[in-house]
């Protein structure tokens, strides 16, 4: 029943309705927050520079792909998404970084967050719209440069490798979610969002750089097992990110050494599901991290 009759037989809500109720007014108060910060990322001029940097350097390695590929034909998407992936490495995770590191930061040194949290809507649905908003906002920037690039291929070689392609993408999009997560989480933590933008790309600099340079000095020195490599290896959501993409364009991970050689006779067929695995959990537990540390928080 939608109701209940009271002593007088006036008919109530039940708690069912009520929660339904909560549940579309939870829903309908992220989705505003999240419509006004997609607003607020396409009028940035950062991330309408980095969306014009992706997109160029996307049609420059698509170039490059055919133009590699002979005269009697075109490489198509397999080979254009294998080059892709070094670009993803570099760039998503700096857009998603400093885009996440000036949610919250920024709003408390313009000033304009206790304005926000005065509005009826709790500290919960105002983080997750936000996160909501820039996600959308970062996965058209990278499907604007993924489609023009698909677009030049599909003119030039066919469709020949588009799965791969598609899967790339997909791919690199939950990659920025992850990356995001943790550029929340900072941002949470930063009084200024400049100290927000500063750390991220500390964090950058050692997700992209010193993570590889450092598992190798710390395997020379430390004379790690090929176990320990590879555990060490894909905590890093970009490494993991990298084999993944790797197993699925059917290419063998004995480019990688006896890591990837371990982690194929290892693991087999549940190799991709492990990898994605690390890649979703690290879109889940930096944001649930930050939404308990902004709960908690008594002031702004």
């Known amino acids: 029943a939608m109701s209940t009759m009271n002593l007088n037989g006036v008919s109530r809500p ?27 990322a396409l009028s940035s001029k950062w991330f309408l520079l980095y969306t014009i940097a992706f997109t160029t350097l996307a049609i420059g390695v698509s170039f490059l792909s055919l133009a590699g590929s002979g005269e009697h034909g075109f490489a198509g998407f397999g080979k254009t998404a294998a080059g892709l992936l070094n670009l993803i ?20 040194e313009r000033g ?28 058209c920037s990278l ?17 020949v490798g588009a799965g791969s ?6 791919f690199a999009s939950v990659l920025a979610l992850s990356m995001l997560s943790l550029g929340v989480l900072i941002s949470v933590q930063s009084r ?4 927000a933008t500063g750390i991220s790309l500390f964090v950058w ?53 006896p890591v990837g050689m371990y982690a194929s006779q290892e693991f087999g067929e549940s190799l991709p599901w492990l990898l994605t695995g690390v890649i979703v959990l690290w879109c889940l537990l930096p944001l ?6 902004f709960r908690k928080r008594g002031g702004i």
């Open 14 to 40: 039940d708690n069912q309705s009520k929660n339904r109720v909560t549940h579309l007014s939870f829903v309908r108060s992220i989705m505003l927050i999240a419509r006004r910060e997609f607003r607020d």
């Open 89 to 108: 490495m570099l760039v998503v995770p700096l857009m998603a970084l400093t885009a996440g590191a000036g949610t919250i930061a920024g709003e408390r």
């Open 112 to 139: 304009t967050l206790l304005y926000l949290l005065a509005q009826p809507l709790s500290r919960t649905e105002l983080l997750l719209g936000k996160y909501v908003g820039l996600a959308i906002a970062l996965i």
């Open 143 to 159: 499907c604007i440069g993924f489609g023009l690039s698909a677009g030049l291929l599909a003119w030039r070689a066919g469709g």
């Open 165 to 170: 392609f598609l899967m790339l993408v997909v």
């Open 192 to 195: 200024r969002a400049g100290v």
């Open 205 to 257: 600099l050692g997700l992209v750089f010193l993570s590889d340079l450092g598992l190798m000095a710390g395997t020379v020195l430390f004379k790690l097992r090929v176990q320990e490599v590879f555990a060490l290896a894909i905590i890093n959501p970009l490494q993991a990110f990298k084999m993944n993409v790797i197993i699925n364009l059917n290419a063998s991970l004995d480019v990688l050494g």
């Open 288 to 293: 649930a991290v930050a939404i308990m540390i």
